[in-house]
């Protein structure tokens, strides 16, 4: 055998040593403080009220709408098509392939922002990504699509065009047209619970 | 201070752009090792010529000491590289499908993109098939789909299954590599030398 053959073999070996008697540093999988923090910095998490209505609408297929609250919260309503995980249960292993996976794209709500913000930090933190956080919760998905005020007639189109979008969103969840309400008066809003047509699919595995 | 992409220092575009001149550079590398001769690349399965396997064993323990010794220098975090989902039946089945390819068309999907590259006819054509492959596959996923995704073991590593540190699976890896160049030396030696 040549000469170089057994030199090039003695410096892997050699190698290999030297990394087989290295400590062995900490081999958790969560995320690093560093790291965390810049996730936390990066605003890209949240998805607005009018992107997730039109993923509703839309019957987006990769969209997967996970409500955190209480299943009593759960059960008097909801989004349609949206699964229960409880705030308390989301570091449940059940629930790890529907959080920790890369087909859909998961969208955490609570009533405000704070539940589904922590349960993103939590997940996170587990290294699981392809979560987003519903911003504002449902309170604020009421009150943009529920709540609505007319734009003024001098209010530029855009406004105009997000108004009658809005419209549109309301009347897919009420079957209704009705301009409804300008003024701040709570109405009562029955949002239909519509069964998830892909169950079986969820979690890609 | 890495990977550069999971800590925001490299966004996404900088990140397709690293990519690209990585990959010229391995195409580069690919076909200077000769890897776009298909008969040099089937030679590893009529024992004529081994390059590929010790080209491949070559360059994974030498990035498996970088990057044990990397994570131990702190240049790089291995916890944030991406480990791939692991599904049993599906890894099995795949393997043999691209093996058999391999054997076939003489050329893996890397390499038949470098021999194109440089002009040659039948790499094209092997790329078409890949490509048929493909639609042919997402077409019919639903059919595949249960099987595809079937007893997922999650983004497991090989280290973490065995209990043992990362480094002293390379100083495993690495004797298995000279085992294997000792060995198919021996061969290459017995089998009458084809000459192309």
Not at chain 1, 74 to 97: C, M, Q, V
Request: aromatic share 14%; hydrophobic share 45%; with cysteine.
């Amino acid at each position: 055998m040549k000469k170089r053959y057994v030199f090039l073999s003695a410096i892997a070996i050699i190698f290999g040593i030297i990394v087989a008697v290295l400590p062995a540093k900490d081999v958790k999988n969560e995320i690093q403080p560093e790291q965390m923090l810049l996730e936390i910095l990066d605003e890209t998490r949240f998805l607005s009220v009018d992107k997730v209505a039109e993923y509703i609408v839309e019957q987006n297929r990769f969209v997967l709408l996970i409500d955190v609250r209480t299943p009593e919260k759960y059960a008097e309503w909801t989004l349609p098509g949206a699964i229960n995980i409880p705030f308390d249960s989301i570091l449940n292993p059940s629930y790890e392939y529907i959080l920790n996976q890369d087909v859909y794209t998961n969208v955490l709500f609570s009533n405000g922002s704070v539940y589904s913000s922590q349960s993103w930090i939590l997940l996170k933190r587990k290294g699981f990504s392809n979560n987003y956080v519903l911003d504002g919760g449902l309170n604020k998905f009421i009150e943009t699509f529920f709540m609505m005020k007319k734009p003024k007639i001098e209010d530029p189109n855009e406004v105009k065009d997000l108004y009658q979008f809005r419209k549109g969103v309301r009347q897919y969840f009420t079957g209704s047209g009705d301009e409804g309400s300008s003024d701040n008066t709570k109405t009562e809003v029955k949002v239909i619970i519509k069964k998830d047509k892909n169950k079986e699919d969820e979690g890609g595995c | 201070m890495g990977p550069l992409t999971e800590l925001g220092i490299l966004n996404h575009e900088g990140g397709i752009l690293m990519a690209f001149i990585i990959g010229i550079a391995f195409g580069f590398i690919l076909e200077q090792a000769g890897f776009s001769s298909t008969r040099k690349l089937a030679g590893v399965f009529y024992g004529y010529d081994f390059v590929v396997i010790k080209v491949f064993f070559t360059a994974a323990i030498t990035g498996a000491t970088g990057l044990v010794l990397m994570n131990y220098f702190e240049v790089i975090d291995l916890k944030l590289i991406y480990v791939n989902r692991f599904f049993p039946p599906s890894a099995i089945v795949g393997a043999a499908i691209m093996g058999a390819g391999f054997i076939i068309g003489g050329f893996c999907p890397g390499t038949s993109v470098c021999a194109a590259a440089i002009g040659k006819i039948d790499a094209m054509a092997f790329i078409g098939g890949i490509l048929l492959g493909i639609i042919i596959f997402a077409e019919t996923f639903p059919l595949f789909k249960g099987f595809f995704t079937a007893n997922p073991k999650g983004n497991m590593k090989i280290t973490e299954v065995l209990g043992i540190k990362d480094g002293l699976f390379v100083l495993f890896f690495i004797l298995i590599a000279l085992g294997a160049f000792a060995t198919v030396h021996f061969i290459q030696k017995k089998v009458k030398k084809v000459e192309y």
